[in-house]
C-alpha cells in the first residue's frame, strides 16, 4: 500500500513563493511518475505538474506553467512543487498522487492516478 504524506503549505501574499513536499512510501517510488493536483472551493480537482520516474520528462497546466517547478529526489522518496510568483487564484488544496505504474506517462486526469495523499492548504491573499 502506497501512502503519501504532503506538507509546505501555508498562507502567503500574492507574489511570494512556496516549496510543497510529498513524501512516498510503501511503494517502488524510484519508477513511477508522480504528479501533483488541485482542488479550489467549490471547483473541480485539476492538474498542476507531473514528473517521470526519472525527472526525464516533465508537464505543467498552462496555468502554471513558467510559475511552478515540478522537481523529485529519489535517494528521498521525494516530489517537490516549487510556487513561485503565486496568485490569489492558486489558492487551493494541493495533492500528491501517483499512477503506480512504472511507465514514461505523464497523466493529466486524476482518474489515471491510483494513490492520492491527504492535501495541504495552501492559500495566497491579494
Known amino acids: 500500500q502506497v501512502q503519501l504524506v504532503e506538507s509546505g503549505g501555508g498562507l502567503v501574499q500574492a507574489g511570494g513563493s512556496l516549496r510543497l513536499s510529498c513524501v512516498a512510501s510503501?511503494?517502488?517510488?524510484?519508477?513511477?511518475?508522480m504528479g501533483w493536483f488541485r482542488q479550489a472551493p467549490g471547483k473541480e480537482r485539476e492538474f498542476a505538474a507531473a514528473?517521470?520516474?526519472?525527472?526525464?520528462?516533465?508537464k505543467y497546466a498552462d496555468s502554471v506553467k513558467g510559475r511552478f517547478t515540478i522537481s523529485r529526489d529519489n535517494a528521498k522518496n521525494t516530489v517537490y512543487l516549487q510556487m513561485d510568483s503565486l496568485k490569489p487564484e492558486d489558492t487551493a488544496v494541493y495533492y500528491c498522487?501517483?499512477?503506480?505504474?512504472?511507465?514514461?506517462?505523464?497523466?493529466?486526469?486524476?482518474?489515471?492516478?491510483?494513490?492520492w495523499g491527504q492535501g495541504t492548504q495552501v492559500t495566497v491573499s491579494s
Open positions: 498522487a501517483t499512477p503506480n505504474r512504472p511507465a514514461p506517462v505523464t497523466p493529466i486526469v486524476p482518474r489515471e492516478y491510483v494513490y
Open positions: 514528473i517521470t520516474w526519472n525527472g526525464g520528462t516533465t
Open positions: 510503501g511503494g517502488t517510488f524510484s519508477v513511477v511518475t
